[in-house]
């Protein structure tokens, strides 16, 4: 399905953007809550797949590298997960609203344009692991998921080529000398570490040994 991918992101772009323009938003929730669900067996493939912020990241993110542009990297007092929290019960609250009011809140239309600058000052990991409130919920919810891009490390060479093609900071690698690792709550499901791997050591597997994830995982690479 990963050859799809774009090709299916940018179908679900012109279907949000045309449920934007019909005012029918409360379509795509459900599509977000659908996927939410799922998140707990299938993993974050809303964000790979069907997310139109990240699509329209992507090619802001694809972009800058094509120009050699530098971005500013996550600032350490934002990683943090009482900013993350309180970002996510801020929009739950938002979003309560909405549902109960029926008020037209362009709630997902600011937080698509928000998603987009911040990509364009700073490394996409920011908005990915840190910011978006979507990607908080979708990381709680795929928590225990057992599916999702592993590294065989009977290949892997440790040269962390797929740390540094990761746009959500997904891969862990505290140590040189140890074998990288990628958290299957923080993965969006985008396969650029597959391609990019020169050994083929990634590949989208069925772990039935995975590890429980909590919070914790979402900042165990801070410093
Ligand atoms: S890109 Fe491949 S070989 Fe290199 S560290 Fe990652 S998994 Fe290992
Ligand atoms: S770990 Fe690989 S598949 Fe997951 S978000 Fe990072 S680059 Fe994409």
Redesign the pocket.
């Known amino acids: 399905m990963g050859k799809y991918r774009k090709w299916i992101q940018a179908l679900t772009l012109i279907i949000f953007g045309a449920l934007v323009f019909l005012g029918k938003m409360k379509l795509w929730m459900m599509v977000f809550f659908a996927s939410l669900f799922l998140s707990s067996i299938a993993g974050r493939f809303y964000c790979g797949y069907l997310c139109p912020i990240n699509t329209c990241m992507e090619v802001i993110d694809e972009n800058a590298a094509k120009k050699g542009k530098k971005r500013r990297k996550t600032p350490s007092w934002l990683k943090n997960d009482y900013i993350r929290i309180s970002i996510l019960v801020v929009f739950l609250v938002i979003m309560g609203f909405v549902f109960a009011t029926g008020k037209k809140l362009p709630v997902l239309v600011i937080l698509f344009f928000l998603g987009l600058i911040v990509t364009i000052f700073y490394e996409p990991s920011l908005w990915h692991r840190y910011l978006c409130p979507y990607g908080t919920l979708l990381a709680f919810f795929s928590a225990y998921n057992k599916k999702g891009y592993e590294?065989?490390k009977r290949?892997?060479?440790?040269?962390?080529?797929?740390?540094k093609?990761c746009q959500a900071d997904a891969?862990n690698?505290p140590k040189q000398n140890q074998?990288?690792e990628i958290q299957k709550n923080l993965c969006l499901v985008c396969g650029k570490?597959e391609k990019?791997?020169?050994?083929?050591?990634?590949s989208f597997t069925s772990n039935t040994k995975s590890k429980k994830r909590n919070i914790n995982d979402v900042t165990s690479k801070c410093p």
């Not at 990019?196 to 990634?202: K, S």
Request: glycine letters at 4%.
């Open positions: 590294i065989d290949k892997c060479i440790k040269c962390g080529i797929c740390v093609v891969v690698w074998f990288p570490c990019a791997c020169p050994q083929e050591a990634i």
